[in-house]
């Protein structure tokens, strides 16, 4: 079975300039999150969505970051204009949905994610 | 609502066992066990539910006090696979489970021979 797949691995910018990440989850998850982990920290939570919808979005800095999972499989993140302490590895997961699953919590499971330097 | 993780490292010989604790100020619906090392994905480790349903890898074992909302990862006769970074990640208890996790910091284990 595929991983999660994410594009580019590594992304070096100018503050203020746009950036653009990728991401596929595993064939038949619904549910696909972004976060954001700084070095020597825990990923933190910017999105969730629920196939195309957005289950939780409290923690996205909507002035600048965006997100969309327009066909509820793929999905981009951006970043637009970049900050300096934007600089950390954005991680994409995927997890089957609890109805599907019968489970009652979930694993997600982790892309590799993209190193972002701003500069 | 960030959960506290300890110890913040650790530093072992192979065969040598540990623990790594995190606890919440909120009621807890599960708990998540990830390692990542350096540079790598989060992997999977384990899930423990309220309730005590527990999902997970089968030579690590981990428990969870509901009443205290602290949950502890526990590493027998460690290998040096065994390195890297742990992370607990909590799912309140609303009712059901939302999957959206909160990290902790990690506890960095070296594991050396």
């Known amino acids: 079975e595929a991983g999660v797949a994410q594009s580019p691995r590594y992304k070096i910018i100018e503050k203020r300039q746009s950036v653009a990440f990728w991401c596929n989850p595993i064939?038949?998850?619904?549910?696909l999150y972004w976060y954001q982990q700084i070095l020597g920290q825990g990923p933190k939570l910017l999105i969730q969505?629920?196939?195309?919808?957005?289950?939780?979005d409290s923690q996205l800095p909507k002035d600048r970051f965006s997100a969309e999972r327009l066909k509820g499989v793929d999905s981009t993140l951006k970043i637009q204009p970049a900050k300096l302490e934007d600089s950390a590895v954005y991680l994409c997961?995927?997890?089957?949905?609890?109805?599907?699953?019968?489970?009652?919590?979930?694993?997600?499971?982790f892309g590799p994610g993209t190193r972002l330097t701003v500069l | 609502q960030q959960p506290v993780q300890s110890p913040q490292a650790v530093i072992l010989r192979e065969g040598e066992d540990a623990v790594i604790n995190c606890s919440s100020s909120?009621?807890?619906?599960?708990v998540h066990w990830y390692r990542q090392k350096h540079g790598e994905a989060p992997v999977f480790l384990m899930i423990?539910?309220?309730?005590?349903e527990q999902k997970g890898h089968d030579k690590i074992s981990a428990s969870f006090n509901e009443k205290k909302q602290q949950s502890s990862l526990y590493l027998t006769a460690s290998q040096l696979s065994y390195s890297g970074t742990y992370f607990c990640?909590?799912?309140?208890?609303?009712?059901?489970?939302?999957?959206?996790?909160?990290f902790g910091k990690g506890t960095k284990l070296s594991v050396k021979p």
């Open positions: 969505f629920q196939n195309n919808g957005v289950v939780d």
């Open positions: 990640g909590t799912e309140r208890d609303c009712g059901g489970s939302q999957g959206n996790l909160i």
């Open positions: 064939s038949g998850h619904a549910t």
């Open positions: 997961a995927s997890s089957l949905d609890v109805a599907t699953s019968g489970s009652i919590s979930d694993t997600q499971y």
């Open positions: 423990l539910l309220k309730g005590g």
């Open positions: 909120k009621a807890l619906y599960s």
